[in-house]
């Protein structure tokens, strides 16, 4: 999905800026203007931290399956581990939802609205109503499909994943799962795990079933084969997809 880059031209908000670090590439939009330096340190702060446990951990990068939580590590990789453990995969799954939350809540310093994208996964703290757009392929008679998402008091996120678009492993034949939780690190894993057991339209529809029943997940698209799944506190903008 972020290869197309289709909803960083549906997001409106009245500044916006692009940084990027190594395999990092932030949109970011805000209603105050946030200066870039700024925001680039503190990407590259949260980057230096995943890689240092990295190297003192390689396994955090490594392992399917949620590791054993560590008190010594830094806030951002033991929210990773902790919601691996809700997720039921790798804690590193979740790195990019990680970035996006941790550079959106420093920029919440700065300014009272913000949304963060990095890799199609996103932090969102909106102060009215937004439409994120989402690339479903070309299987779809409407390739690029627009999201209303509706203003909170709280900051969240939304996170999507794909077996036929991006680089992140995936193990799933669904053209896009996406996901709204109440941040992009659960949502980021929630939405990898679920693409991972999703195969077939019945695979579809049971896992739309077991979203429901969970508490962490608060809204989820699955688009397979030509169809769309839809339930939760996600919203179709018919009018505005193109």
Known sequence: MYEERFYRNAVFSKF??????KESDLFISTNTKIDKELT??????????????????????????????????PPIVKEMIESSHSTKIGPFSSVSGAIAQYVGKDLLNYTDEVIVEN???????????????VYLG??????????RIKRRDNSFGI??????IGHSLNF???????????????????????????????????????????PLIEGLLIALEGKIFLWGQIEIDNENSL
């Open 16 to 21: 916006s800026l692009e940084i990027s670090h």
């Open 40 to 73: 680039l340190r503190i990407l590259r702060k949260y980057y230096q931290e995943i890689e240092d446990y990295i190297k003192a951990t390689p396994l955090f990068l490594t392992s399917l399956s949620p590791l054993e939580h560590d008190e010594a590590a």
């Open 119 to 133: 890799g199609g996964d996103i932090f969102l703290k909106i102060n009215e109503d937004k439409r994120v757009g």
């Open 138 to 147: 070309e299987k779809f008679q409407v390739a690029n499909l627009l999201l």
């Open 159 to 164: 996170a999507s994943s794909s077996s036929c």
């Open 172 to 214: 799933g034949q669904a053209d896009l799962v996406t996901i709204v939780a109440h941040d992009p690190i659960i949502a980021d894993g929630f939405a990898t795990s679920l693409s991972n057991r999703i195969k077939k339209q019945k695979d579809a529809k049971e896992t739309l079933a077991m979203a429901k029943k969970d």
